[in-house]
């Protein structure tokens, strides 16, 4: 019942802003499982599930049996499991199925791409009565027999899982067999009303599942990625479906390219986590009341999976389902320098004289990009003839330590020798028939490399060996795009979902792990064009993402509009993936299609400096904008700005570094570490730094506001310059702030480590020395870290990075390396307090030295004067 009212309304609200491309994606009412589940929420008034029989694990701390489903015609047995993992559980429904047949009857779950593992036995205690009782720490789950979990943390409520009876396991049946129970609706079980899907035969019919989750005492959700809404997810309707939505408004539940079903519930004090680990087509309901929220977790199929994260910080949270998911990777160095990208780039000599403009400019970067048109004809894996010769532009690029970066889709053109081979060896992904699917996209009429088959990787390593287009470079990386997948004519601009992948899968099981699928086997065969003692880490970008995504590749939000909304809606967007596990994620500086206003195009830079990926880009209709386009005062903006990330590069991926072993996110809202504050969505700190950003997002903006949200003092640190001026914590500030300012503050306490001197590429940066400056808090102390390695190679991995730890207060500063590589060294030293001091020195980082600072001098102290 109590579903009713929120669901009204918010089909009231889709159609108040329909917009241009709507019509191509379904709603709600739309889609047969989802309408129909709404249908059971409404009408739901008892348990029609029961838990019948279990069996304890004696090694592993799992318990396994039957739950029975009620109907008027007799019971349906499913299975059930639940196991405890490091920090939640996982429980697991699923069906026995044996349908004859081309599709794989059996229900899909993406668990196999995950790490899970049940603890040891000795770590729980289980009782059995009515209720079985499952503890560990200060955790106790209550199952009980007519099917309801609860949890407690600290002998208090914190979860109720199925409370509202809204588990519903639509199981196997025949078309007109009846068996319903009887809130169940029959809308559109057995074929599909919508017209771009009329098509789909539906060969398993009804087989969706749902269940909600009632988080009590938690108030603020995040995470379900990816939406162009507010961090905060608010009483709305998410849908998870990787599509190609191109040309979309913002402040929207529809979905987007990827798709994370993660999500971060906090309060004031603690956090708790869940993971509904499920491939197919997903809608969760989220509806606030009082304390508490309540998701309703709708998928098309697959087998019911998923973990709870219970009662813990936030950090350990993220930690515990990175552990399951993966890290992100560490990225090498040059891809958190500045990328300059548009469609397209013409021809060899255009991509060279770019180059020199930068350098011209005096504007660091690192990276250009070649999107679809550099191909012959829209063939991967082939150049046209305005590049005629790519390692002669590599190796001019590599000259000033520069990349290129080739987009390659999955989408293969129709009659060539790669869309031959798959064809042949029966490699792509398959229509309903179990035949070659073409569809429309880029090339044409093209087929879909089936990066699920196995067999694919073996051609797919053919094809990126040095031999074949990217040459023996090092310096050429990929763009992995279109991979949701896009298809011009199919519905919803993608995959039909009866299409068939390796397996017998329907694409309707697996639809949402196929854009990671692609960008892995991409990232395995750049892992393999190389020597193993000489081996890069390579660099991806993906559009299409999934829970996992973030070991191998970056992320974008894809085709944004050059307007200010976009820019505004961007910094959300950023911050969400990074509580969802996918911190290297960037917007499109400039906006993708238009032309963005000098001032405009200037905010994007300076708000673009912080996202972790850090690109320009622009539609093939956009005129040129690269930064000296607008010309000046607006292009020596932009070079401030592109200079500050450079100078930053230190802290950015030290706080990389930070994320890739505890999955804490690079950038984090202010909630994240305060607690307080769960609303703000347009300011951030950049990892541990202690550097607070609220960049301008507005135009005309002659004053900005911004909520210093932690106690204690935040020193003035607009563009990234240190001043002496503070502001009392805690507070809401206001400063007056031009076109050339970025507002930034220090919170007192911390050190930052930057790399001012001007390069023209990251890459000539890695032996510069560091400028180290000392904020002290008011108890005059601060400390700080720094990690960095050569940036290129996986030799980190044996212990060749350098780590250092300092601590300062007004006198002395104290150096203690964790980890030593290399000559690196600190020429200048500025401690921020009540004045500033600059020491010019020479420290290496080489060893554990404690320095003192007197007047205008700085000396080592050895050992009886410590
Ligand atoms: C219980 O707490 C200990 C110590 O924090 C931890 O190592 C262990 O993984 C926890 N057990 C579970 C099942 O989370
Ligand atoms: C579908 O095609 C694949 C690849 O050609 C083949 O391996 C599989 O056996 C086929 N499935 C059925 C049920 O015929
Ligand atoms: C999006 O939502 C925000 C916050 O509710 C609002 O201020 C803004 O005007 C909305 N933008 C559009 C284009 O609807
Ligand atoms: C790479 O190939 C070019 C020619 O294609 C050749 O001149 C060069 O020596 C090769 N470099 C390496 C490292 O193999
Ligand atoms: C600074 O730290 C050193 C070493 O910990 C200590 O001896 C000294 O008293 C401190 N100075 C002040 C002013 O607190
Ligand atoms: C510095 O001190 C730490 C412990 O305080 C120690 O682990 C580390 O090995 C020392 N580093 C060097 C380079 O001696
Ligand atoms: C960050 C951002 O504004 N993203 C938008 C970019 O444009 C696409 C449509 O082209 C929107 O869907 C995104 O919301």
């Not at 108030?219 to 009483?235: I, K, R």
């Not at 936030?314 to 890290?327: A, H, L, M, V």
């Not at 004053?703 to 003092?713: C, M, R």
Request: charged residues 25%; negative net charge; glycine residues 6%.
């Amino acid at each position: 019942m109590k579903w009713v009212g929120l669901i009204f309304i918010l089909f009231l609200q889709n159609h108040l802003v329909l917009g241009a491309k709507h019509y191509l994606f379904k709603t709600c009412e739309q889609s047969g499982f989802c309408k129909r589940n709404i249908h059971y929420a409404h009408n739901i008034e008892e348990n029609y599930y029961t838990i019948d029989s279990f069996n304890i694990d004696e090694t592993k701390a799992y318990i396994s049996g039957n739950l029975i489903k009620s109907i008027p015609q007799g019971e349906i047995s499913l299975n059930w499991q639940l196991g405890i993992v490091n920090g939640g559980f996982r429980f697991t429904v699923d069906e026995e199925r044996h349908v004859k047949g081309i599709v794989n009857s059996k229900r899909f779950s993406p668990a196999n791409e995950f790490n899970i593992e049940y603890v040891s036995r000795d770590q729980v205690s289980i009782e059995k009565s009515d209720i079985l009782h499952i503890s560990y720490n200060s955790t106790v789950i209550k199952v009980y027999p007519k099917f309801k979990i609860e949890v407690y943390d600290d002998k208090k409520l914190t979860m109720q899982i199925n409370d509202d009876n809204l588990l519903n396991f639509e199981h196997y049946r025949l078309n007109n067999e009846g068996q319903m129970n009887t809130p169940e609706s029959d809308f559109n079980m057995f074929q599909d009303d919508f017209k771009d899907s009329r098509d789909d035969k539906l060969p398993l019919g009804p087989e969706s599942i749902a269940l909600d989750f009632k988080f009590k005492g938690y108030q603020h959700l995040y995470g379900l990625p990816e939406h162009s809404d507010s961090l905060e997810l608010g009483d709305k309707l998410y849908r998870l479906f990787n599509v190609d939505i191109f040309e979309y408004e913002i402040n929207s539940t529809l979905p987007m390219y990827g798709s994370i079903p993660f999500l971060l519930a906090m309060n004031e004090q603690s956090s708790m986590g869940l993971f509904w680990i499920n491939a197919a087509d997903t809608y969760v309901d989220v509806k606030h009341s009082n304390q508490d929220t309540s998701t309703h977790w709708i998928s098309e199929n697959g087998v019911m999976d998923f973990i709870v994260f219970t009662k813990d910080s936030n950090r350990d949270i993220q930690k515990k389902y990175g552990d399951i998911t993966g890290f992100t990777v560490l990225p090498p160095l040059f891809s958190l320098g500045y990328h300059q990208c548009r469609w397209n780039y013409n021809d060899e000599a255009d991509v060279l004289d770019i180059t020199e403009k930068f350098d011209e400019y005096e504007i660091p970067y690192d990276t250009i990009w070649l999107d679809i048109e550099y191909t012959d004809n829209k063939k991967y894996f082939t150049w046209n003839e305005n590049f005629p010769n790519p390692t002669r532009m590599l190796q001019a690029l590599d000259h000033t330590g520069r990349n290129l970066v080739v987009i390659i889709d999955p989408h293969i053109k129709k009659d060539y020798d790669v869309s031959n081979y798959l064809v042949e060896n029966k490699l792509t992904i398959m229509n309903s028939q179990n035949s070659t699917y073409y569809g429309h996209c880029w090339p044409g009429e093209s087929v879909w490399v089936d990066s699920l088959n196995p067999k694919v990787q073996q051609y797919w390593d053919s094809l990126h060996t040095s031999s074949g287009f990217m040459g023996n470079s090092s310096n050429v990386h990929i763009w992995n795009d279109m991979n949701e997948i896009s298809v011009f004519d199919g519905p919803e601009t993608s995959s039909p979902k009866d299409n068939l992948h390796y397996g017998g899968w329907e694409d309707r099981s697996v639809h949402n792990i196929n854009g990671m699928k692609f960008h892995e086997i991409t990232y395995d065969s750049l892992i393999k064009r190389q020597q193993e003692t000489t081996r890069q880490r390579p660099f991806i970008l993906t559009r299409s993402y999934f829970s996992g995504s973030q070991k191998t590749a970056a992320m974008w939000t894809g085709d944004n509009m050059s307007k200010w909304e976009y820019l505004k809606i961007s910094i959300p967007m950023v911050l969400n993936n990074g509580l969802a596990g996918m911190p290297f994620a960037g917007a499109d500086v400039g906006g993708f299609f238009g032309d963005p206003s000098k001032e405009l195009l200037t905010r994007w830079y300076q708000t673009g400096i912080f996202y972790p990926f850090f690109r320009a880009h622009a539609h093939i209709d956009s005129r040129r904008r690269e930064p000296w386009i607008p010309g000046d005062p607006f292009t020596s903006y932009i070079r401030d700005a592109i200079k500050l990330r450079y100078a930053l590069l230190p802290v950015f991926y030290t706080s990389f570094y930070e994320s890739s072993i505890n999955g804490a996110p690079v950038l984090k809202p202010i909630f994240y570490d305060t607690g307080k504050h769960f609303d703000i969505e347009d300011e951030f700190y950049i990892g541990n730094s202690g550097i607070l950003v609220k960049p301008v997002t507005e135009p005309d903006v002659k004053e900005q506001k911004i909520i210093l949200p932690e106690s204690g003092k935040y020193y003035n640190f607009v563009n990234g310059i240190p001043s002496t001026v503070t502001y009392k914590g805690d507070e809401t500030i206001s400063i007056p702030v031009t076109l050339n300012d970025i507002p930034m503050f220090v919170k007192g306490g911390h050190i930052i480590f930057t790399q001012p001197r001007y390069r023209r590429s990251s890459k000539l940066m890695v032996n510069d020395p560091y400028t180290i400056t000392v904020f002290l808090d008011e108890n005059n102390k601060a400390d700080g870290d720094l990690y960095a390695d050569d940036g290129e190679s996986f030799n980190y991995q044996n212990g060749q990075f350098l780590k250092v730890h300092v601590e300062a207060n007004e006198s002395r500063i104290n150096f203690v390396v964790e980890n030593s590589w290399n000559a690196k060294y600190i020429n200048k030293v500025i401690v921020v307090g009540k004045d500033i001091k600059t020491f010019n020195v020479k420290i290496s980082l080489n060893g554990n030295y404690t320095f003192k600072f007197e007047n205008q001098h700085i000396h080592e102290l050895i050992h009886d004067e410590l």
